[in-house]
């Protein structure tokens, strides 16, 4: 693990590669701490991979606020930071600042929210009053309806003159760092080049500053791992075998065993 406690002004462009990784209790995030992250995500993909949701527009701010709750106390060396969910900050300003103020007052370091230039304001707001704010443009999951789904983003010339473009008025706007999500590897050298904040990949190559993963591809436990994660190991398969080797010893009266309980 880091050998001390990671601040936003850890995060310096050249200081890479950065590991990031989502945790969303206390548990993992004590693992994964232990582990050696840079970072870790409380992010709004809770909804798909652990409260079942089709994507993340029904998380809620709550639902946020209380997963942060739990990474937060595992007190990790790592960077917390918990993402903004939807409709928390599209709203304007004001309304982003007060629901950032709940995901700091819950133990995250800084936020997360999706979207380039038409955001910039908020983020500036945010960064004003002293929250932390972390960027995050190419495939925004926010926006999957009016995308058509998990898309990638930036295969035209448009798509990426805008990335460029929004990743310099994050910049601009006070990001310590800019996640780039399912983007061309050659797009996200390009956008990683432009600015002189760190970036963040995601299913967008090798040239960024560092990458970041769902934890629960890493382990094996998503339903469906993407095409650009790795899984490094199969966790669902350890705990199928262990619960399935409970459920024979409890019909075969083997557990509990005498050393599991006392008499009085």
Sequence with gaps: MPDKKRRVTDFVKGGGPYVWVTAYDYPTAKLVDEAGVD???????LGMVVLGLPNTLGVTLADMVRHTQAVARAAPKALVVADMP??????????A???????IRAGAEAVKLEGGSEYAHVVEKL???????MGHIGLNPQRVLALGGFKMVGKTEEQKKKLVEDAKALRDAGVFAIVIEFVPASV??????SVDVPTICIGAGPHCDGQILVLHDVVGLSERTPSFAKRYANV???????????????RARAFPAKEHYRDV
């Design 236 to 250: 669902a398969e350890q705990i199928l075998s262990a619960v399935r080797q409970y459920v024979q010893e409890v």
């Design 97 to 103: 600042l007060r629901n950032a103020a709940r995901l």
């Design 86 to 95: 939807f409709m928390t900050y599209e709203t304007g300003p004001r309304d």
């Design 39 to 45: 970072g870790i995500l409380v992010g709004d993909s």
């Design 188 to 193: 996200a050298k390009e956008v990683t080049q």
């Design 127 to 133: 960064v004003k009053a002293g929250i932390p704010v």
